[in-house]
Nanobody, 121 residues
């Protein structure tokens, strides 16, 4: 199972970006999909997560500005980022946990390669 992110880039403060992450390979279902980020010199932190039923959870720093969603038919998770701030600058990573494959077994804790988001002031 591979996770491939897209949608990062450079944007001015106050702007918007949408990140996408698609899981490929033998995927039947995915329990939790999430976005993390890591800024230079800082630890990786949870930005938002969403369970299989679509219930989201957000870090306090992004509540009201970011929206996580998923398309289970496409095994894809999205992160709509609005009102971006320079402090949102980081490499954003997609994560998928408890992935059921088509033969009925599970894999856990898969990560994408990361996509850079840079917000200029």
């Amino acid at each position: 199972v591979q996770l491939v992110e897209s949608g990062g880039g450079l944007v001015q403060a106050g702007g918007s970006l949408t990140l996408s992450c698609a899981a490929s390979g033998s995927v039947f279902s995915i329990n939790v999909m999430a976005w993390y980020r890591q800024a230079p010199g800082k630890q990786r932190e949870l930005v938002a997560e969403i369970d299989a039923d679509g219930a989201p959870n957000y870090a306090d720093s992004v509540k009201g500005r970011f929206t996580i969603s998923r398309d289970n038919a496409k095994n894809t998770v999205y992160l709509q980022m609005n009102s971006l701030k320079p402090e949102d600058t980081a490499v954003y990573y997609c994560n998928a946990d408890r992935i059921r494959n088509r033969v009925g077994s599970y894999v856990y804790d898969r990560w994408g390669q990361g996509t850079q988001v840079t917000v200029s002031s």
